[in-house]
């Protein structure tokens, strides 16, 4: 019995892991960190996945993605040497079926594809981190994602049109104002069903030492791929990285 036990746990952590692997391969982002500078290096995934962003883009809702990326040192407190912030905008034109792209490194320039795949690779073009460690020390990079249809400039807009701008009547009056406000937004985002996804990767942590090229290496190794840990909407799975 014991034995069996044994068997049926290995293969039950066996399989959590091959899930695991298996998630990140279709995970919205994926990064690695180069040898040579410890600089992060970040790939977009498959963001189109979730069947109703794809649903919303295609019905006409612009789709909005940031990236943010964050270096960090560790210390006795953890300290943030440097963050980075990417911007795209995805929108769906029903008239030409083309879809039209924009990035905050190429303002005012649109470019325009066929298909969401040819949406994905532009962005992956695009996309640029100017982020590494500029001391020597042991950092990590802190990356997240986000996806949505509808800002909260767009929300209040929405909300605005529904309540016709109407002021309070009586002064004072903010706090309850400001109350119902949040509540008609959550009561829209709820009955619209609007999507919005985020997810967050953190890497391991990794040596840098100033003076010395291509020393960026996993903490207690010589070298090996650094794999992150994902966290998608409270749920965390580290995957096997280095020891």
């Known amino acids: ?38 600089e992060a290096m970040v790939e977009v995934g498959d963001i189109f996945s979730d069947p109703d962003l794809v649903e919303a883009v295609r019905s006409g809702l612009p789709l909005r993605v940031l990236l943010r990326i964050q270096l960090w040192k560790n210390g006795f407190f953890d300290s943030q040497k440097g963050q980075h912030e990417w911007r795209a905008t995805v929108v769906y034109d029903p008239l030409t079926r083309r879809y039209r792209i924009q990035t905050s490194e190429r303002t005012g320039a649109e470019v325009e594809v066929n298909t ?15 982020l590494r460690p500029r001391e020597s020390g042991r950092f ?3 990356a997240a994602v986000e996806m949505k249809t509808l800002s909260l400039s767009d929300l209040e807009e929405l909300q ?8 309070p009547a009586v002064a004072g009056d903010r706090d ?5 406000a949040t509540g ?20 391991p942590n990794f ?3 100033i003076g010395n090229p291509g020393n960026a290496r996993a903490d207690g190794a ?3 791929p650094l794999t992150p840990s994902w966290t998608n909407a409270g749920r965390s799975a580290s995957l096997p990285g280095p020891s």
């Open 140 to 142: 990590y990079y802190v």
């Open 1 to 38: 019995m014991r034995t069996a036990a044994t068997i049926l746990l290995a293969s039950a952590l066996l399989g959590f892991q091959a899930h695991d692997l298996a998630a990140q391969e279709s995970e919205p982002l994926r990064f690695d960190i180069a040898a040579e500078t410890g």
């Open 160 to 167: 605005r049109w529904l309540q016709g701008e109407l002021a």
């Open 207 to 209: 040596t840098v030492e």
């Open 222 to 224: 010589d070298g090996p």
């Open 184 to 203: 008609v937004r959550r009561a829209l985002v709820r009955m619209l069903g609007l999507p919005a996804k985020r997810f967050q990767v953190q890497s």
């Open 116 to 130: 969401l795949e040819e949406a994905q690779g532009a962005l992956q073009l695009t996309l640029d981190i100017p």
């Open 176 to 180: 309850v104002e400001g109350a119902l």
